[in-house]
């Protein structure tokens, strides 16, 4: 079985100040990891994924996270906050294997506020 | 390019009264689809999913079906709506390309059941 927690519901940073939002997964067999972005009322946008190839994977909007075996971690960062980065943040695990390979786990998300 | 569309973007229905949501994508073939709902504060949950037409799988039980009568085209459906159906329904789709499927999602349709 696939999981997935967010460390923080809930993060706040000033305007200019690094973003980390926490992600740890847990899998028996080698994951495929994923954020996602939600802006209020809106879909979920693919912020980058990470498929076995390079660890440190760089996605839109400044964003990269850094995929860690010996952590089971996949923290997403970006080393200067401007206020459209305030909406919520999903970070979820697929792996490839059973009868479930099509499913998608996710986090319970976490609230990205930027203070001016 | 592909593009996914859902409609309607928000519907206020009453209890017991029948729902039908549909999305569409467009630019790729044979996708595979699927519904979500995000209810306030328990995050993303799966409902159906289907890889062909014709073919759903249910994820939980529940009073809502799903159907898919065209290669690209996924509508969710109830008899009877709950209170407890409220929520943001998403639609996603994916296709296999480097080693695993991506999924693209929605721009949603928020359903507030009275």
């Known amino acids: 079985a696939q999981s997935v927690t967010q460390l923080g519901s809930h993060v706040s940073v000033s305007e200019g100040a690094l973003v980390l939002l926490r992600c740890n997964y847990s899998?028996?067999?080698?994951?495929?990891l994923f954020w996602y972005v939600q802006y209020p009322n809106q879909g979920l946008q693919l912020l980058l994924k990470y498929t076995s190839a390079a660890t440190l994977v760089k996605g839109i909007n400044g964003f990269e996270a850094e995929f860690k075996k010996s952590e089971t971690s996949f923290h997403l960062t970006k080393p200067s906050a401007h206020m459209s980065d305030a909406a919520e943040y999903f970070c979820?695990?697929?792996?490839?294997?059973?009868?479930?390979?099509?499913?998608?786990?996710f986090g319970k998300g976490t609230l990205l506020t930027v203070n001016p | 390019s592909q593009t996914i569309h859902q409609w309607p973007a928000t519907l206020v229905q009453p209890v017991g009264s029948p729902l039908s949501l549909e999305c569409t994508v467009e630019?790729?073939?044979?996708?595979?689809l699927y519904w979500y709902r995000q209810a306030a504060g328990r995050g993303l949950q799966l409902l159906f999913y289907?890889?062909?037409?014709?073919?759903i799988s249910s994820e939980v039980p529940q009073n809502l079906s799903a159907s898919r009568p065209q290669d690209r085209q996924f509508i969710l459906s109830s008899k009877k709506l709950l209170l407890s159906d409220s929520g943001f329904y998403l639609c996603a789709w994916s296709v296999l390309a480097g080693g695993t499927d991506t999924q693209y999602f929605g721009p949603g349709t928020r359903l507030t059941v009275l």
């Open positions: 979820a695990v697929k792996t490839n294997s059973g009868g479930s390979n099509y499913k998608l786990t």
């Open positions: 630019g790729t073939s044979n996708p595979n």
């Open positions: 899998s028996s067999v080698p994951p495929y």
């Open positions: 289907s890889v062909g037409i014709g073919q």
